[in-house]
C-alpha cells in the first residue's frame, strides 16, 4: 500500500501574509505540540480559534494522494465504530485576507488503526470489513470558520507516516443522500503529527498489531518540516483520554 508518485508533493509554501487588528488576535497559526498532556489540559474549546499571532499563512498545497473516493458524508463523526484513541479535530479555515471562512466545506479522509483506507481495505496487509466510508467525511465551518471533527488517530500504512489527508471546498450544496456536491476546492493538503506523539500511541492496541513497519516524520516522503504551514497540527492530550487536533488552513479563495 505504498503511496505511488501521484502521492507527491505537488505545490511548494506560499506567500506569508500579514494579519492586522482584530484578525491577529483571533487567528492561531503555531506549531505542534507534542506532550502527554493531563486530560484536564486536553479539552481546549474547540468553538473557538486559539490566541493571538502575528502573521497567517497559506498552507502548502499537497496531492489528495491514491486513496481519495468521491460523495463524502456531511458529518461530524466520521469514526464508524472503528477502534482507536479518539481525536478530535478543530480545523480553522482562513482566506488570503487573514479572514475566517463560514459555511466552507472541510473535508477529511485517513487509514484506520492498521493502516486501511476504507474502499481499499486489504492494500495494507489486514483483514477487515470495508463499507467504503469508515474515517471519511467532512462538515461545513461555524461562524467563526471552525470545522469540528470527531475521529481516531490514524494508523500507517507502507512509506507513509501518519497523516490525514484534508480538502476545503466554498459554495457547496448539501445533498438529500447526505453527501455533498458543486462548489470549488481551495485547498489539498494533508494534516501531520508530531512524531512523539505517534511514538506513545504506537504501542497502544490496535495500533501495536499493525504489521507494517513504520515511517516516521522526519523519514516521510512528503512532509518537508516545514511546521505548522506545511500541516504539522498542534496536538495535545494523552492516549488515555484521547487527542485533540487543531490546526488553521490558509487557502487560497
Given at each position: ?153 490514524p494508523g500507517w500504512y507502507r512509506g507513509r507516516c501518519i497523516h490525514i489527508h484534508v480538502k476545503v471546498h466554498t459554495g457547496v450544496t448539501l445533498t438529500s443522500d447526505g453527501s455533498f456536491s458543486g462548489g470549488t476546492t481551495v485547498h489539498t493538503g494533508q494534516l501531520f ?61
Open positions: 500500500m505504498t503511496d505511488t508518485s501521484e502521492d507527491a508533493r505537488s505545490v511548494g509554501r506560499r506567500t506569508v501574509l500579514v494579519a492586522t487588528g482584530t484578525t491577529a488576535a483571533a487567528l492561531a497559526v503555531g506549531a505542534a505540540v507534542s506532550t502527554e498532556a493531563p486530560a484536564a489540559s486536553a479539552a481546549p474549546n474547540l468553538q473557538q480559534t486559539a490566541a493571538a499571532a502575528a502573521v497567517c499563512s497559506l498552507t502548502e498545497e499537497m496531492t489528495k494522494g491514491p486513496y481519495y473516493l468521491d460523495g463524502a458524508l456531511v458529518r461530524t463523526n466520521i469514526t464508524e465504530g472503528k477502534s482507536g484513541i479518539a481525536l478530535s479535530l478543530a480545523l480553522t479555515a482562513v482566506n488570503s485576507a487573514c479572514t475566517v471562512i463560514p459555511n466552507a466545506l472541510v473535508e477529511v479522509w485517513h487509514a484506520d488503526a492498521l493502516g486501511e483506507y476504507s474502499g481499499y481495505v486489504g492494500n495494507n496487509g489486514h483483514s477487515e470489513s470495508d463499507d467504503g466510508t469508515f474515517l471519511r467525511g467532512g462538515v461545513l465551518t461555524n461562524s467563526s470558520g471552525v470545522a469540528n471533527i470527531t475521529t481516531i488517530y503529527i508530531n512524531e512523539s506523539i505517534t511514538t506513545a500511541v504506537a504501542k497502544v492496541s490496535p495500533y501495536s498489531t499493525n504489521t507494517v513497519t513504520r515511517t516516521t516524520l522526519s523519514g516521510d516522503s512528503i512532509y518537508d518540516g516545514g511546521g505548522a504551514s506545511s500541516g504539522l497540527m498542534t496536538v495535545t492530550g494523552s492516549t488515555s483520554a484521547g487527542y485533540t487536533g487543531t490546526l488553521t488552513l490558509g487557502v487560497s479563495s
